[in-house]
């Protein structure tokens, strides 16, 4: 099993530009997270799906941020147009509901 | 879900067990206390969890207290591999996980 795969691992891109991260969740796990680390605020959750249906986008910070999975295998968070302070280390979770999560390495994104 | 409290940071010398607490004062019936860690750059990683019984895995072991008001993650032989912050959540089945700010081990040689 290869775990969460989260893709890029590292991303730098300048003020204004669109960002797109990807996860691709452990096979057979349905339900899908969205998680956000700064220094000042810690892990965030930003959105879940489960069965591909988004279930809480309450945490996207605003509608810069949008996510979709398109089938069970796919993730993307996306941020249009980005900012400085989207700056952050993002992770993707995957899970069999009701269980734990298993999460990936994270995408570190660094805008300019 | 219930807020759990955590010290902030502790150390612990190599080889020696590790005992974290964790107090979940107001804790309901239904609320599962579980245990993760974040080595630096890297995911969290689940540990344990438990509802009322003591468990034990081959990471770690989970005592709860008998009115489940606070908990005790031990690593019972920390190596420096161990050092990390390790969080401490109360959650509903079918509730999401919340993070706090949980401990910051570090394990010393």
């Known amino acids: 099993d290869a775990g969460v795969i989260q893709s890029p691992r590292h991303e730098v891109t300048e003020m204004g530009q669109e960002v797109t991260l990807r996860c691709k969740p452990i096979?057979?796990?349905?339900?899908l997270f969205w998680y956000r680390q700064t220094m000042m605020r810690g892990l965030e959750l930003l959105i879940y799906f489960n069965n591909n249906v988004p279930i809480d986008d309450s945490g996207m910070p605003e509608d810069r941020f949008s996510a979709k999975m398109p089938n069970a295998s796919f993730s993307t968070l996306k941020i249009q147009p980005s900012e400085p302070r989207d700056s952050a280390v993002y992770f993707c979770?995957?899970?069999?509901?009701?269980?734990?999560?298993?999460f990936g390495s994270g995408t570190r994104l660094t805008v300019v | 879900d219930a807020k759990t409290t955590q010290p902030t940071s502790m150390d612990c010398a190599e080889g020696r067990a590790a005992n974290l607490p964790c107090n979940h004062s107001?804790?309901?019936?239904?609320?599962?206390v579980y245990w993760y860690r974040q080595i630096h750059s890297q995911g969290p990683q689940y540990i344990i969890h438990?509802?009322?019984n003591n468990e034990t895995n081959e990471m770690a072991s989970l005592i709860i207290t008998e009115d489940r008001k606070s908990s005790t993650l031990i690593l019972p032989h920390a190596t420096l591999r161990d050092t990390a912050v390790y969080y401490c959540i109360v959650r509903v089945t079918g509730n999401q996980f919340y993070f706090g700010t949980g401990t910051s081990l570090t394990v010393i040689p």
């Open positions: 438990g509802l009322k």
């Open positions: 107001t804790i309901s019936g239904n609320e599962y």
């Open positions: 096979s057979g796990h349905n339900s």
């Open positions: 979770a995957s899970s069999e509901i009701n269980y734990g999560y298993t």
